[in-house]
């Protein structure tokens, strides 16, 4: 399976896809009316689960693997963020059990694909797009 051979933009990109569904579910819940007044957690969360995303794609975009791999567990680290904060949230009782079991659940299983997707480049001989001979580009576009 050549996944970097087949996926042309970030936006096809599972990982990518359930950070967004992560992305929008901490969105809600911090939208949420005790959780919007402590801005300082409300502002911290929003911008890990955001860049959980963001990263993915920057790293896609550099069209190689090594910087890709590496966007990539910037990714994984700021789901650390997201499920830590997700417990402040919790104790701090801005989150219900439900809402908390769910972000825990998904930033877990999300993290978990993001380390077999790392270990798939780290092991794929292809090395990205910026790394095709100019005839290889060209055929492929």
Do not use: C, P
């Amino acid at each position: 399976m050549h996944v970097m051979a087949t996926v042309h933009k970030f936006e096809d990109l599972e990982v990518w896809q359930k950070a967004r569904e992560i992305n929008k579910y901490v969105f809600v819940l911090t939208n949420k009316e005790k959780f919007s007044k402590d801005y300082a957690l409300k502002d911290q969360i929003k911008r890990a689960s955001g860049s959980v995303m963001d990263n993915i794609a920057e790293g896609f975009e550099r069209g190689g693997n090594k910087e890709f791999i590496n966007f990539l567990t910037f990714s994984k680290g700021s789901l650390g963020e997201v499920r830590s904060q997700s417990y402040r949230a919790f104790d701090y009782e801005y989150i219900t059990q439900a809402e908390f079991d769910f972000l825990i659940k998904e930033s877990v299983s999300l993290s978990e694909r993001l380390g077999k997707f790392i270990s798939y480049l780290r092991n794929s001989e292809f090395k990205g797009v910026k790394f095709k001979k100019d005839s290889e580009k060209n055929n492929n576009e």
